[in-house]
């Protein structure tokens, strides 16, 4: 069995934005810019590794309260069949280049609060930075 890592072999970097099929850019942009500063993305996360049972929580920010979200690293893909070298990639976001992980599950968080994935399509960079660090934005 492979080993994931939360943070990836090159830590928190605002460089691991890999977009999917869903219109979520608002949120991933501004994901990225908080991890300018890896310490952020690291306070919004409970797990300081990347847990064996896959179950993650994070601290999201809804209506001015702070939140606790719990999820699991199930991440859904799309069926490509047999005419591609990944048949199965990630229907949103995906790892990064280097192994990180902690956007993928960031989406993922986000989107439960959101009811689902397509409650992420269309939003703005203030809104998601509000979510993710509780601070008011104009």
């Known amino acids: 069995m492979t080993t994931r890592s939360l943070w990836g072999s090159e830590g928190v970097s ?3 934005s890999e977009q999917g099929a869903l219109g979520d850019c608002w949120f991933l942009s501004s994901a990225s810019a908080i991890a300018e500063v890896p310490s952020r993305i690291k306070k919004i996360f409970v797990n300081t590794e990347y847990p064996k049972d896959g179950a993650f929580e ?11 979200v719990n999820i699991d690293d199930r991440i859904p893909v799309l069926n490509l069949g047999d005419n591609y070298t990944t048949p199965y990639p990630p229907v949103n976001s995906k790892p990064s280049a280097h192994g990180a992980w902690w956007l993928v599950m960031l989406e993922k968080a986000f989107a439960k609060v959101n009811i689902n994935y397509t409650g992420l399509n269309s939003g703005t960079p203030g809104e998601a930075l509000r979510a993710l660090t509780g601070m008011p934005v104009s």
């Open 14 to 16: 605002p460089k691991v």
């Open 58 to 68: 994070v601290y999201l920010h809804l209506r001015g309260e702070k939140i606790s």
